[in-house]
């Protein structure tokens, strides 16, 4: 416990490399070099996660005659009605989809706004595999498949993770991506940073994620006032307390990982705009729109905090719809709506809307069928895409019949994914920078996928 800091990292770093094996080391080799490269401007990636498994047949729905009466029949008391509200979300005939039309739920007014605007598009039937694989596959259990399907806290780390591996997993493809790109940025802690709690998908081997909460970066009590009215005296002997050099390596180590936090704390908080210049102004009760508002702040400090490259994660739960899908559902769809609508707004203020892309993912989809008052979980989920460079008004993928038995149904309408949380991925990866010969350093398993990315982005 008296060896040295410098020792204590070595060995830790010769146990990881040791238990990791060769090629992890060379991974690190390969994301330093590209490091260094140099990219023009700025670009950031927001990540909105809906916890619990979003209900997808009732986000975006078919909506033509034929299509919708297959919905109807196959979802019976869980179906939207086709009527006004519908009708005034439609998107008209997509060619890609063989002309059918679809609508989106009556909660998402502003996403048909973007849809016609050319800025949203929907990519289906998107979810983790390892391989492509088929309804026969699966059923066959002929192809490797991802670990502990339909079970929340695995698929959640599955869709986050680098590598599918399920619940532990703690390398996210969005901290892979803030690896390669962290030389861009003057402070390497501003680029992975998440207003929405602690997650998977923004740990890198390098980069660390930073957390701050929908109203800022939270400062520790006494740090940053005064302590019983002795004006900066205490305050300053208790961050030397905490922050003080030890013999002792685990107390040295946090006591490091403690003045990090503080310092970074107040050069963002001194770079903060405050949250009043956002106009329009954040929708009240709306913790997510909250999350978005202090992204939307971080963005506009941009050129202060040195950052040209960010990974940015907000979040909404109550989406385990197993009762009342019809009621909770539209209310955090309405919860949803308000903060990215005035989340793009404020991307607009800011002239970055093409420089920000916003896009959905979830646990896992759920089935088609209902359960009386709600439906189960699912693999395969339909999700969308917002951004000034998005080539929208268009659905990506095969956008499979709303029918019991198809050829993607594992059972009561469960989908088998077209695309890969892979390709999806890198789609994003690459428009933000990472090269083509870099991005299995972000995603090992893309070479086993062609193509690998989705053309929704330039």
Not at 64 to 92: F, H, K, M, V
Not at 368 to 391: A, E, I, K, R
């Amino acid at each position: 416990m008296r060896a040295s800091r410098r020792r204590f990292l070595k060995t830790c770093s010769l146990m990881s490399i040791a238990g990791a094996a060769s090629p992890f080391a060379l991974n690190l080799a390969a994301i330093s070099a590209a490091s260094a490269q140099t990219l023009p401007g700025y670009k950031a990636l927001v990540c909105l996660f809906f916890y619990g498994g979003n209900d997808h047949t009732n986000t975006f729905i078919p909506y033509d005659l034929a299509s919708y009466g297959e919905y109807s029949a196959s979802r019976s008391s869980i179906a939207i009605p086709r009527d006004a509200a519908l009708a005034a979300n439609a998107t008209g005939p997509v060619a890609s989809q063989g002309g059918r039309e679809f609508a989106f739920n009556p909660a998402l007014t502003a996403f048909k706004t973007h849809w016609d605007a050319g800025r949203l598009a929907v990519v289906a039937n998107v979810g983790p595999l390892v391989v492509p694989t088929t309804k026969a596959q699966y059923q066959n259990r002929s192809v490797p498949l991802p670990p502990k399907l339909f079970s929340h806290n695995d698929q959640q780390a599955v869709w986050q993770a680098y590598r599918p591996i399920g619940e532990g997993a703690n390398i996210g493809w969005g901290g892979r991506i803030g690896d390669l790109l962290a030389g861009q940025n003057a402070n390497a802690l501003f680029t992975c940073i998440s207003a929405g709690g602690s997650s998977v998908f923004l740990s890198g081997v390098n980069v660390l994620q930073y957390q701050v909460g929908s109203s800022g970066p939270t400062s520790i009590s006494g740090i940053s006032g005064t302590i019983y009215g002795s004006g900066t005296a205490a305050s300053t002997a208790y961050r030397s307390l905490i922050t003080g050099t030890s013999p002792n390596l685990i107390e040295n180590e946090l006591r490091v990982v403690t003045n990090r936090s503080i310092t970074a704390n107040q050069q963002l908080a001194a770079a903060l705009p405050a949250a009043s210049t956002l106009v329009p102004a954040i929708p009240a009760n709306n913790n997510l729109a909250s999350q978005l508002g202090v992204i939307a702040r971080i963005i506009a400090a941009r050129t202060t905090l040195g950052s040209n490259r960010q990974v940015f994660l907000v979040s909404i739960g109550g989406f385990d719809s197993h009762d009342f899908l019809l009621t909770q559902h539209a209310q955090q769809l309405t919860l949803v709506n308000n903060a990215v609508d005035a989340f793009y707004s404020w991307l607009v203020q800011l002239g970055v809307q093409n420089d920000v892309t916003l896009f959905t993912a979830s646990d896992f989809g759920r089935t088609l069928t209902s359960n009386g008052d709600g439906s189960d979980h699912g693999w395969g989920s339909h999700h969308f895409v917002l951004g000034g460079s998005v080539v929208g008004r268009d659905v990506y993928g095969f956008f499979s019949p709303t029918v019991f038995g198809s050829s993607v149904d594992i059972g009561q309408g469960n989908l088998v994914p077209g695309i890969a949380v892979d390709q999806y991925a890198a789609t994003f990866g690459r428009w933000l920078g990472v090269s083509d010969t870099d991005m299995p350093l972000v995603l090992p398993n893309i070479v086993n996928f062609s193509p690998r990315y989705v053309s929704l982005l330039p």
